[in-house]
């Protein structure tokens, strides 16, 4: 007898997994890169030719599965791009993160947008544990987030590129930079003591060749700290 998928999830499965191999690549590739996509960021990362995959982007909005807006394409429903999501192994999807940041990087640099991409960037870095990579992209995309106001967002941020300022190698400088960035943000916030904490950090910074921040930016740190 037929069996019948016992959830929306397996049901979008089955029905993807009928449209054929070409659907299935450019479906997994969209679904990592987020809810709205463009042709140019995900075409490399599918697999596909651009004739294969104009093809099978015509079989997916003639199914409704993808809607085509200004500048790009994006999922009918969130339930789909969860559906595809979900059913990727974390190695693939590890993978395709990494193909769609490398994709975004090299077509942001050659349109000289790195500032735009920061925040995709980040997160795709973050998202294949591509952790030195994310950290210039993580700062950037904190100063965006606070020049526009999202000071939460910015302080979240930038404790992410704290987190793996190791693994990219930052310099003193650029540490010092973001602390105090962090610092003046968590002050704004009302958050006393983490920002206490982040001007305790940037006075007693050290980096190679014994680095350390100079006279003046050890007293300014140790003047917010207390």
Not at 67 to 89: K, M, N, P, Q, T
């Amino acid at each position: 007898h037929l069996s019948l998928p016992d959830s929306p999830a397996a049901a979008i499965r089955a029905r993807v997994a009928r449209l054929g191999s070409r659907v299935e690549a450019l479906l997994s590739a969209a679904a990592a890169a987020g809810q709205r996509f463009e042709f140019e960021v995900v075409r490399p990362v599918s697999g596909l030719s651009a004739h294969e995959m104009l093809n099978a982007l015509e079989t997916c909005l003639e199914a409704r599965l993808l809607e085509e807006h200004a500048g790009g394409y994006h999922f009918h429903h969130s339930l789909v791009r969860d559906a595809v999501y979900e059913a990727l192994s974390p190695r693939r999807r590890l993978e395709l993160h990494r193909a769609i940041a490398d994709a975004v990087e090299a077509r942001a640099a050659a349109a000289g947008e790195m500032e735009d991409a920061s925040e995709m960037l980040a997160f795709h870095r973050r998202a294949g544990e591509r952790w030195g990579a994310a950290f210039r992209p993580l700062t950037a995309s904190g100063h965006r987030a606070a020049a526009r106001g999202g000071l939460a967002e910015a302080s979240a941020l930038y404790q992410q590129a704290l987190e793996v300022a190791d693994a990219a190698e930052a310099g003193g400088p650029e540490r010092l930079d973001l602390l105090e960035a962090l610092g003046r943000l968590q002050l704004t916030l009302a958050e006393n003591g983490a920002a206490a904490r982040a001007f305790r950090a940037a006075a007693e910074l050290s980096g190679p060749g014994g680095w350390r921040p100079d006279p003046e930016q050890r007293a300014r740190a140790r003047r917010h700290e207390a």
